[in-house]
């Protein structure tokens, strides 16, 4: 059975950083594009950012030059590095696996992934 745990959330303040991780068990990272997703009180959950499983990566333009997405192979664990965060970043973020091997194209829908974190809150104060 695969999994996705994740960890890293927290309270910070506005221009903090914050990094959270994601450990796979049951798949390789590295043959699987990664993705991470964010749901903000009454809304819905929206695209973070995903990296393919060559490494390419894509942000969303409310992140973009403020988060990185990452992958240490050796420990099956993704990561999201979250620099200058600001209090519109508060949600509960959710990691998640796609579900076709060495996918070339873009996964920035929740249909692409088939495995999902439990989710961790990340909450920024002004």
């Known amino acids: 059975q695969v999994q996705l745990v994740e960890s890293g959330g927290g309270t910070v303040q506005a221009g903090d950083s914050l990094r959270l991780s994601c450990t796979s068990s049951g798949r390789t990272i590295g043959s699987y594009g990664m993705g991470w997703f964010r749901q903000a009180p009454g809304k819905v959950r929206e695209f973070v950012t995903s990296?393919?499983?060559?490494?390419?990566?894509r942000y969303s333009d409310s992140v973009k030059g403020r988060f990185t997405i990452s992958r240490d192979t050796t420990k099956n664990t993704g990561y999201l590095q979250m620099d200058n965060l600001r209090p519109e970043d508060t949600a509960v973020y959710y990691c998640?696996?796609?579900?076709?091997?060495?996918?070339?194209?873009?996964?920035?829908?929740?249909?692409?992934?088939?495995?999902w974190g439990q989710g961790t809150q990340v909450t920024v104060s002004s």
């Open positions: 998640a696996l796609g579900s076709i091997r060495y996918r070339v194209t873009w996964a920035i829908r929740e249909g692409d992934y088939d495995v």
């Open positions: 990296v393919m499983f060559n490494g390419n990566a």
